[in-house]
Structures are given as C-alpha cells and as structure tokens.
C-alpha cells in the first residue's frame, strides 16, 4: 500500500469525503490513537469465486484538535508501514503514538515486530531514526525487530469512546439474518436446478447456524456494554 492511498486516507477522513469505495470500522482505544479494520471495497455477490481481500488492522494518529495526522499499517505481523501528512511531520505524533498506545496494543497478540525501510525512500532516515528511538534493531540492510514485551502492559482505555448503540447492534443482527434468508433462498433454487432436495440439505444447517450468530452478537454486547474492549 502506498503513501499515495495512505494521504489520501488520512484527507478523506478529515474532509468526511463519503465518495471513497473504503470502509473503515473504527473503535478509538486512546485519546489519540484509532485503532481501525480496513476494507479497500465492500464485499459484492459479484466478486470472483474465491475472492477475499478481507480486512487490514490500521492504527489512526490524531492531534489534539481531532484530526487525522497519520497512519500506522499493519501489512501483516511481520511488518509495518507508517506515514505522517506532510504538515504534521516533525511533531512527535508517530513516536509518542508508537511508544504509548500502539506497541502496547501490538504486544497484546506478539512478542516480536518487524518493519521494514526502504534505504531509497525519502524518508528513511527520518523513519530510521523513529524506529531506532523506539527500541528497534536493525536486522539487516531495510529490517528492524523490537521486542513488544518490553510494552507489554494493560493498555487504558476511555468507556466514552466505545460504539455500543443497540441501533447498531439491531442493525447487524438484521445483516446477519438477511444473509440466512439468502442462504435459504439460493437453496430453493439450487434444488429446482438438480430436481434434488437430499443433496442440499446440509445448507439449511448452516443457515440455521446464523441464529446461533445472532444470539453471539446479543451476549456479547451485554458482556461489554459497561466494560472496556481491551
């Protein structure tokens, strides 16, 4: 992923530009950091078979007016991918989110991180020099390691900041159950098609598998309601 799409991320956010095919689920964990699920499209009964891009973890920095100033990517568990707007850069944001929120939340789900600099960007060095006040390794010519341990410590969060709205929660269990209804309904024609009911019948257990779902999604917005996610 780019600079260029993590900018236009960041700006589009800022300006609640609507028209971007992403999709982010965000639940904020401190005061200036976002923790988020990004979705580059919405899922469509037209994609290829087979086709899942599924869902990148994003970290999202913001200022103390509440705006969007950087992006820390997870491209997976063995690397990062961080950027700071232009106009921001300079400031603290990135090393103080690292050092305070980020790492600690990382170092809930790994004891290792790698990331990787490229020695040809623009801004390695301004990258390099963040990744090493931070407690990075350097492991060979683009890679640096740190030991999350170290930030390995309860991560405190606002209550105040959690999206727990029962609309919200009515509203996907309504999405899930529409997709139940789909199932049952693709199995019609599936047994009009082949002029065979037997053969399908293990699609009718799955569906009624979403039901068990549903009651998931109920349980655990009443767990979580009055606690903290993390």
Request: hydrophobic residues 45%.
């Given at each position: 992923m780019t600079n260029e799409f993590l900018e236009s991320l960041l700006i589009n956010l800022n300006t609640d530009n609507d028209d971007s095919p992403e999709v982010l689920f965000q639940c904020r964990i401190t005061d200036n950091v976002v923790f988020a699920k990004l979705w580059l499209k919405k899922p469509h009964h037209t994609d290829e078979i087979g086709h899942q891009s599924g869902a990148y973890n994003i970290y999202l920095i913001k200022n103390s007016e509440d705006n969007y100033v950087g992006v820390v990517l997870e491209m997976d568990k063995q690397d990062l991918h961080w950027f700071i707007l232009e106009s921001e850069r300079g400031k603290g944001y990135l090393t103080s989110a690292m050092n305070n929120t980020i790492l600690t939340h990382l170092s809930q789900s790994r004891s290792y991180q790698r990331i990787s600099i490229d020695k040809n960007s623009p801004f390695f060095k301004a990258s390099e020099n963040v990744a090493l006040k931070l407690g990075f390794i350097k492991k060979d010519e683009n890679s640096y390691e740190i030991d999350c341990t170290r930030y390995r410590k309860p991560l405190i969060t606002n209550n105040s900041y959690l999206s727990l709205e029962r609309e919200k929660i009515e509203s996907i269990n309504k999405h899930i159950n529409f997709?139940?209804?789909?199932?049952?309904?693709?199995?019609?024609?599936?047994?009009?098609?082949?002029?065979?009911?037997?053969?399908?019948?293990?699609?009718?257990?799955?569906?009624h598998e979403f039901d068990d779902l549903i009651n998931k999604v109920n349980s655990t917005y009443e767990k979580y309601k009055n606690e903290d996610l993390y």
């Open positions: 997709l139940k209804n789909s199932l049952f309904f693709i199995t019609s024609e599936l047994e009009m098609i082949f002029n065979n009911n037997e053969d399908f019948d293990e699609f009718y257990e799955i569906a």
